[in-house]
């Protein structure tokens, strides 16, 4: 069952989204060459305490952080510690939630540690966010679940390849619902199945999480002996890209966007709906 989420519902996922934003905001700031990623984790915590908010990550099935911090060849579910120390050169991509009242917030960024990165870093994040963009564009009152994966996947599919041959587009993890919980049905795949059909139609109420992952070779992935942390299995680095996305009768709100994806949809030709936050 697809929960579908009441105006006011939605305006206290706006709360948990912002949240997150300022999470966001804070651990960008904070990675530095020489900060831990338990360094970053500790900035997260003290944000999401700071808002009166609680961490939706914290103990998620036994999960021991407040963020996941995973770093170059990490795609996903990287665990905070202090032995990993950012270099010169580094990507790390910060996934990050957050809880008020009950509702959930998630979103995740793409960073660059110092300076020197190569060309084909810098343009793996590009068209990893820019597709997640593409996505949450395409979802509009009347489309399908599946309008979303095809927007992501035809935005990846049509940059030129980089010099390692490919974008990878990693095929385990996708998005997911989010409301009362942090994953939720539907599960959202970054590409097209011919098995999966079209999926749901986008009605009123219907919030997702939209987030490509994607690598500068193989789609495919395995995780290490600490059962969390996520690699490529061809050592490649990764991107990842996430916001919260909720579908009014006026338009989208991207509730972990500070202007609620309005700036960004506009490139698109899509009005946002009115933020919640600032409603009388």
């Known amino acids: 069952?697809?929960?579908?989420?009441?105006?006011?519902?939605?305006?206290?996922?706006?709360?948990?989204?912002?949240?997150?934003?300022?999470?966001?905001?804070?651990?960008?700031?904070a990675?530095?060459?020489?900060?831990?990623?338990?360094?970053?984790?500790?900035?997260?915590?003290?944000?999401?305490?700071?808002?009166?908010?609680?961490?939706?990550?914290?103990?998620?099935?036994?999960?021991?952080?407040?963020?996941?911090?995973s770093v170059n060849e990490v795609v996903v579910h990287g665990i905070p510690d202090d032995k990993t120390v950012l270099k010169d050169g580094d990507v790390i991509s910060?996934?990050?939630?957050?809880?008020?009242?009950?509702?959930h917030g998630d979103a995740a960024y793409t960073a660059f540690v110092g300076t020197g990165h190569a060309p084909e870093l810098i343009e793996l994040s590009r068209v990893t966010e820019e597709s997640m963009w593409a996505g949450i564009a395409a979802m509009k009152l009347g489309n399908r679940l599946v309008d979303i994966s095809k927007a992501i996947e035809g935005y990846i599919r049509r940059q030129p390849r980089p010099a390692t041959g490919k974008y990878g587009i990693i095929e385990d993890y996708g998005g997911h619902g989010i409301g009362s919980e942090m994953h939720m049905d539907p599960?959202?795949?970054?590409?097209?199945?011919r098995k999966r059909g079209k999926g749901i139609?986008?009605?009123?109420?219907?919030?997702?999480?939209?987030?490509?992952?994607?690598?500068?070779?193989?789609?495919?992935?395995?995780?290490?002996?600490?059962?969390?942390?996520?690699?490529?299995?061809?050592g490649t680095w990764s991107s990842h890209w996430e916001h919260s996305i909720a579908l009014t009768e006026e338009?989208?709100?991207?509730?972990?966007?500070?202007?609620?994806?309005?700036?960004?949809?506009?490139?698109?030709?899509v009005t946002t709906a009115p933020d919640p936050s600032r409603r009388a």
């Open 1 to 29: 069952m697809v929960q579908i989420k009441t105006p006011e519902q939605i305006a206290k996922m706006r709360e948990a989204g912002l949240v997150v934003a300022a999470i966001h905001a804070a651990t960008r700031e």
């Open 31 to 69: 990675a530095v060459p020489g900060a831990t990623t338990r360094d970053l984790d500790m900035v997260a915590r003290k944000v999401i305490a700071d808002a009166g908010a609680k961490s939706n990550f914290l103990g998620y099935g036994g999960f021991p952080a407040t963020i996941c911090t």
């Open 94 to 103: 910060i996934d990050a939630g957050a809880i008020v009242d009950g509702w």
């Open 187 to 193: 599960h959202l795949l970054n590409y097209v199945s």
């Open 201 to 234: 139609k986008l009605v009123p109420g219907v919030c997702l999480a939209i987030e490509p992952m994607v690598s500068l070779g193989t789609p495919q992935t395995e995780v290490l002996a600490d059962d969390w942390t996520v690699i490529t299995t061809d």
């Open 251 to 269: 338009g989208p709100i991207v509730l972990t966007s500070p202007d609620c994806g309005k700036a960004k949809l506009a490139e698109y030709g």
